[in-house]
């Protein structure tokens, strides 16, 4: 069974691709998508939007997963979030892919075993679980995506 899993961002989409077979869970392959800040909202949204159906073509995923938009005290930046997941359940919906998203306390709690974990243990926990270095992980936008991923391969 294929996992896309997705942290979403209008400048740093990570996402991460797993295997699961019976208890095993494989990575597969991470990455980020990374619209240009000088683009039009539209553009960004729809750089994620044709990513995303790239990846779900190659992948041919059974699951797609993202992390649910977290509200912190700017509003604005919430609303922004919440465009980029939406970018990426239209692609899931074209192609007909089951989706499901998690909030990042369920996400943290998945891969930690602390829902309040910090950025750096769920780095650290990706790291050990699959055996990553550094430089796969060049921002915390593709280390989130693969607990992102790890949530929902636990979960099903």
């Known amino acids: 069974m294929i996992i896309i899993g997705f942290d979403p961002g209008l400048s740093h989409t990570g996402y991460a691709v797993l295997n ?32 995303t159906n790239k990846l779900i073509e190659d992948f041919n995923p059974n699951l797609v997963v993202i992390e649910n938009v977290f509200y912190g005290k700017n509003v604005q930046s919430a609303i922004k979030l919440g465009q980029a997941k939406a970018s990426i359940m239209l692609s899931s919906e074209k192609y007909n892919v089951d989706m499901v998203d998690y909030t990042p306390r369920e996400i943290k709690q998945s891969i930690v075993g602390n829902g309040a974990a910090s950025k750096e243990q769920v780095e650290f926990m990706v790291k050990k679980i699959f055996k990553l270095d550094d430089t796969m992980l060049k921002r915390n936008d593709i280390s989130d995506a693969i607990a992102v991923a790890w949530c929902g391969a636990n979960k099903i």
Do not use: A, M
């Not at 869970?25 to 553009?43: D, H």
């Open 20 to 51: 699961k077979e019976g208890n095993n869970i494989n990575f597969v392959q991470c990455g980020l998508i990374s619209p240009k800040r000088n683009k039009s909202l539209s553009e960004r949204l729809f750089i994620i939007f044709s990513e």
